[in-house]
């Protein structure tokens, strides 16, 4: 059984991560980063752990779209191979 304010339908969960990692980005100066678990506390504070795995393939997903960058030491990493902790940023845009 879910605990209150667990994410019940999954087929959501997907576009609230991504959202929530947008609405935490905006929220920050520019340059600044988020973790993925911030997002994934967003959207389910007491059940944060368990969502994840779907709060970094979101980032991948907003990645992918060129919308964010996934780092890693301050590096640009792939999230779907990068062990370990990282970061989300909003995607440095070319001047030119």
Avoid: K, N, Y
């Avoid at 209150?4 to 087929?11: E, F, I, K, N, S």
């Avoid at 980005?25 to 944060?48: I, K, Q, Y």
Wanted: proline share 6%; hydrophobic share 45%.
């Amino acid at each position: 059984m879910a605990h209150p304010g667990a994410v019940d339908d999954l087929d959501d969960l997907d576009a609230r991560l991504e959202s929530a990692i947008e609405q935490l980005l905006a929220a920050r100066r520019e340059g600044a980063s988020v973790c993925p678990s911030e997002a994934a506390r967003v959207v389910d504070p007491a059940g944060w752990r368990a969502v994840m795995p779907a709060a970094r393939a979101a980032a991948g997903r907003l990645a992918a779209a060129g919308r964010v960058e996934v780092t890693q030491g301050g590096r640009v990493v792939d999230v779907a191979t990068a062990r370990g902790p990282v970061r989300v940023r909003r995607a440095v845009r070319d001047p030119s």
